[in-house]
C-alpha cells in the first residue's frame, strides 16, 4: 500500500487522527453511560488499548477509547471511533464487519510493520460488542 | 518553526572548520595517495599528516592509526580480525562482551559464535555499570582462553560511561587485550590511549562533527589482525581500498578540534545535560532517569516516561521541531523495545515509555526550556489518552 507524503512517517489521515485524535475517554465518569467494553492488547508489545461503546436498540451510538501505543495504535483507534460514529452510530452487525484492512485503507495505509496496530483497534471492537452481548444476555 | 536538534548521538553535523579543512580534497587536491608522482604525494602528505595528528591526540604512534569506512568496519576489524587470526592458528576462543553494547559488537560475536567461538557476558548493575569483581573472576578463570574483551567506553542510548582503565588493568592482569568501541566517548572523554592502557579503540566520524563512512581503528602495536578486506597494501595491510582523503583529513580535524575545546565544551554540556534532568524530575511526575547519574555521557539524557510510548511521544515533539530518539520498539523495525533498557533489567513499559534527549554544541539553555515546556505538554497529553496512565501510582522500574 502506498504510504503518501514525504515529510513524514506516516499519511496524512494517520497524522490528522495521531496529532487531534477524536472520541478519546477525557473523563472516567463518562463510563457509566456505556454498556459495553473491550481491552485488547498487552504493554510488552507496546500497544494497549480499551474501547466502549454505548449500545441502544442493537446500534453502536457512541463509542470512546484509550490507548497507548505508537502513532499508528493512536490513529488507528481514533479513526475506528470515527467511522462508527459518522453516520449517527452503527448497527452492531455492520460493526462486526470492520476488519483491520478497512480501518487501513481509511488511514490511507501503514508502513507493513504496523499493520498489527489497526487489527488491533477492531479488535478492541468486537471485544467491547461481545461483552455488551453478554451483559445483555444476563440482563 | 525553529528546529531543536536533540539527537546528537545519532549524528553530528560536520563543523564549518572541519568542511573547510577537507574541501579541497574533493577537486582540486584529488590524487590517489599511492600514486608516485606530485598530485599523489599531496594527499599522501596529507593523510600522513592526519595520522600524524591523530596520533598525538590519541598518545600512540601514526602506524597505530587504521582508516576505516565506519565506526561498524572499525569494530568488526578488531573482533574479526583477532577471530580470523585464531582461525589461521586452527585455534577457537573466548570473547568477553557485555549486553550494552552496540549491535556492531553483539551482532558481529553472535555471527562469530557460528565459527566455533564462544562469548561471556560480563554483569551489570542497574546502571549498566559492569561489575568489576565479577569481570575478574571471568577473565581469571578462563585466563589463557579469552582471545579479546569488548566493553564501549559510554553508551550511546543511556550514557553509562565504563571505567575502562580500571578494566584494561584487569584484562592485562590475565593475559588479554582490551578493544573499546569509544564511538560516543571520544567527543568529550579522555583518548589518551597511553593513559587508560587500551589495545584498540575505535572512533567513528559521524559522531565527532565530522564525515559519516568514516572511522578509525587505534592498535597497539603487536595485537595481531587479519584484514577483513584484501587488495593492495593500505592502511598497513589492515584495510585495502583507495583512501578516503577528505574523509581522513576531516576527520583528524574535528579530533583536533574535540581534544582542543574538550575541556570547556564537556562542563557547559553538563550543566545543560542536568538541568534537563532537574527540570524533568521536578515538573513531571512518575518519570525514571536511565543510567547513571554522574558516570554519565556529558551530553545524554534518557528518562522513561510512566504510561506512555515513546514512539508517540517522539512524533509529537517532532510537530514541535524538537528532534528526540526512542528506545521504543515502535520506533525499531523489530517489535522488541531497547537490548540496553532490557539488559539493565527496565521492564517492558519503562523501556516502550523512554526518550533520549543528546544534546551538541549548539544546544543552548533557551532550546532547553522550550523542550521541556513542549515536552511537558506531550507527555500531560499521551497519559490523557493512556489506559497505563494512573495517577499517584509509584514508579515500577
Redesign the interface.
Known sequence: MKIEGNDW?YSKEVKKH??E?KN???NEKEIKDFNGYG?VGN????????MWIKVRNEKIIDVK???????S??ASTSMLSEMIKEKKGMKIEDALKITGKDIMERLGGLPS??VHCSVLGDQALRAAIKNYQEKSKKA | MKEIYLDYSATTPIRKEVLKEALPYFSEKFGNPSSFHSKGLETKKAMQNARQKIAKIMHCKPEEIIFTGSGTESINLALKGIAFKTILEGKRGIFITQRTEHHAVLETLHWLEKLGFSIIYAKIDETGKIDLEYLKKILGENKGKVLLTTIMYANNEIGTIQLIKKIAELCHANETILHTDACQGAEYLNTNTQELGIDMMTINGSKVYSFKGTGILYKKQGVKLEPLIHGGAHEFGLRAGTENVPGIVALAKALELAEKEKKKERARVTKLRDYLIKKIEKEIPQVLLNGDRTQRLPNNVNISFK???G??AL??LN?KGIRVSTG????S?S?D?SHVLIAIGRN??TA?GSIRFSLGKDTTKKEIDYTIKELKKTINFLR??????KKNKEVKK
Not at chain 2, 328 to 331: D, E, K, L, V
Not at chain 2, 384 to 389: D, G
Open positions: 512517517f495521531f496529532l485524535p478519546f475517554l477525557k481491552k504493554v510488552k508489545c507496546g500497544d494497549l488499548m480499551e477509547w484509550k490507548t497507548f501505543g505508537c502513532a495504535a493512536i510493520i504496523k | 504510561g506512555i510510548e514512539e508517540s512524533l509529537r510537530e521504543s520498539a515502535c520506533s523495525q517489535l523495545p517492558h513499559e516502550h490523557k489518552i493512556s489506559p497505563l496512565w
